[in-house]
T-cell receptor, first 114, second 114 residues
Framework: GNSVTQMEGPVTLSEEAFLTINCTYT??????LFWYVQYPGEGLQLLLK?????DKGSNKGFEATYRKETTSFHLEKGSVQVSDSAVYFC?????????????FGQGTILTVHP | EAGVAQSPRYKIIEKRQSVAFWCNPI?????LYWYQQILGQGPKLLIQ????????DSQLPKDRFSAERLKGVDSTLKIQPAKLEDSAVYLC????????????FGPGTRLTVT
């Protein structure tokens, strides 16, 4: 079955530092890949997505590239802000009978200090 | 546009009691999902509806969990009887159609079973 593995957290950074959160996946076929973010007290919301190999998703300064050869979808941001403090979830969605079903990683807590 | 609404936000019950959660998806969204998020883990899909029909309930513990989506709009998720391991956040999400990239999540219901 499908699975998603994220780097162990939590991650603590100073403002303007570079961020990488690793994500790898296992799936049959070619899944779509997503990063969701959960800000304190809010529901999960889609941050970015990529639907095929070599696609780059980007939003709010965050980027992630779909790497089929390494089965990875690492999240990066060049300069984090305090407002980026949240929990980040990597997720995959396969087609076929699981169409629509998201498989999530365990989440990575990011804390950014001023 | 109103988001996904869930109630209650918090619930504390004793084991062997029953509990029900309610979800109102975004207006016009045909697909509705219930996820279980145990502390420190990513959300896990319990059941997926397309209008008022079940698309996927393969991970729903059917001996104690039930869900319905009458008239293809609101949905309720019930647990009867609850066990300690059911303590989790129950998330409802909706999307405009099956396979739509973005799922819109509600704030969740935090259940504590004592």
């Amino acid at each position: 079955g499908n699975s998603v593995t994220q780097m162990e957290g939590p991650v603590t950074l100073s403002e303007e530092a570079f961020l990488t959160i690793n994500c790898t996946y296992t799936a049959t076929g070619y899944p779509s890949l997503f990063w969701y973010v959960q800000y304190p007290g809010e529901g999960l919301q889609l941050l970015l997505k990529a639907t095929k190999a070599d696609d780059k998703g980007s939003n709010k300064g965050f980027e992630a590239t779909y790497r089929k050869e390494t089965t990875s979808f690492h999240l990066e941001k060049g300069s984090v802000q305090v407002s980026d403090s949240a929990v980040y979830f990597c997720a995959s969605r396969a087609g076929g009978t699981s169409y629509g079903k998201l498989t999530f990683g365990q989440g990575t807590i990011l804390t950014v200090h001023p | 546009e109103a988001g996904v609404a869930q109630s209650p936000r918090y619930k504390i019950i004793e084991k062997r009691q029953s509990v029900a959660f309610w979800c109102n998806p975004i207006s016009g969204h045909a697909t509705l999902y219930w996820y279980q998020q145990i502390l420190g883990q990513g959300p896990k899909l319990l059941i997926q509806f397309q209008n008022n029909g079940v698309v996927d309930d393969s991970q729903l513990p059917k001996d104690r969990f039930s869900a319905e989506r009458l008239k293809g709009v609101d949905s309720t998720l019930k647990i009867q009887p609850a066990k300690l391991e059911d303590s989790a956040v129950y998330l409802c999400a909706s999307s405009s159609r099956i396979g739509e990239d973005e799922q819109y999540f509600g704030p969740g219901t935090r259940l504590t079973v004592t």
